[in-house]
């Protein structure tokens, strides 16, 4: 009934292969979704959200002290970022 499809992973673009055995296994637990990633990157989105895994960590300049700080996302130039103390004060002051 199920055959084997190859897939194309969302994370980093390789080919997968969604086996008629974890296909079977979806339909018995009600999943209508094919996976979206490969299971490298399953396990490694699993263990990020786990926290297992350190968050990757981006340099900036914080806004208000011009110190030089780490946040945990990517700074975009259209928006301040504060390090950590600043965040603090200005979290505080409102």
């Known amino acids: ?3 084997d499809k190859t897939l194309k992973c969302v994370e980093c673009g390789n080919d997968f292969v969604f ?3 974890e296909q079977e296994f979806y ?3 009600g999943f209508t ?3 979206k990633r490969c299971s490298a990157c ?3 989105r699993k263990a990020r959200m786990n926290g297992t895994q350190p968050r990757e960590m981006f340099k900036a300049v914080c806004a208000d002290c011009g110190k030089e ?3 945990p996302f990517r700074p975009s130039e259209d ?3 504060y390090c950590f103390d600043c965040f603090n004060k200005r979290k505080a002051g409102h």
């Open 1 to 3: 009934m199920f055959e």
């Open 19 to 21: 086996s008629a055995s």
């Open 27 to 29: 339909a018995e637990k």
């Open 33 to 35: 979704n094919e996976p």
């Open 42 to 44: 399953r396990a490694a």
């Open 69 to 71: 700080t780490e946040v």
């Open 79 to 81: 928006r301040p970022v």
